[in-house]
């Protein structure tokens, strides 16, 4: 019985996508663990087997790699993302904060050097508004249906939820996970109950809490 053999092209396709797929992996470990200016072409083929060259034939440059890595970092982002039930404060936060042990650290060096990035600061904006579509999406329901108090109460739940506030209980006051979870659930509840009325606001005068004492007549 006679078999068909792969064509040498698909054989050749195979092994770049092989390739390609090393050099994404050894790179997104090296800026997982190391600042982006700290990487280089040199140390990203050293980590993935491959030559410098083979690197540059595959992205043309270092930018090119770290885009690469956000792309497949992104997709893996949202897959875990959509997990979360919307309406779910602890189930989404229990979601996010297991993004952030992952990723966290890598995302925090990257905002810090965004000065630093060039083009690259553009991922940084568009995983910003990623963020707050996600937020809306989980969330939406017990907020403001439009208008700029539904943008303030989006605003506050991103401050809630941000890398920086995970880096601030994680690795600042050294929280443990299950309590940096509970602590951004208390955020996140806080907003919403500040925020659940779509009706309008009510402001009440302010309160006099001055006595005063009115003088006796004569008698």
Do not use: C
Not at 141 to 162: E, I, K, Q
């Amino acid at each position: 019985m006679k078999t068909t053999r792969p064509y040498a092209s698909d054989l050749r396709a195979q092994a770049a996508a092989s390739t390609r797929q090393r050099i994404i992996e050894a790179a997104s470990q090296l800026l997982r663990e190391e600042w982006y200016e700290d990487v280089t072409l040199a140390g990203i083929a050293k980590a993935a087997g491959v030559s410098h060259q083979t690197v540059l034939n595959h992205f043309e440059s270092k930018e090119g790699v770290a885009r690469a890595v956000a792309d497949v970092m992104g997709s893996a982002t949202g897959r875990r993302r959509d997990r979360a039930v919307p309406g779910d404060v602890d189930g989404a936060i229990h979601v996010l904060v297991g993004e952030y042990e992952d990723y966290g650290d890598a995302n925090v060096r990257w905002a810090v050097s965004a000065d630093r990035l060039g083009s690259l600061a553009e991922l940084l904006d568009g995983a910003r508004a990623t963020h707050q579509g996600w937020l809306e999406h989980i969330f939406g329901d017990a907020l403001p249906t439009a208008g700029p108090a539904r943008r303030r109460a989006v605003d506050a739940l991103h401050a809630a939820t941000d890398v920086y506030t995970w880096k601030l209980l994680r690795r600042d006051l050294r929280r443990s996970r299950p309590a940096t979870e509970r602590a951004m659930a208390d955020l996140v509840r806080g907003v919403l109950a500040g925020h659940r009325s779509d009706g309008p606001t009510t402001t009440h005068p302010p309160t006099d809490h001055t006595t005063t004492t009115q003088p006796r007549e004569g008698r």
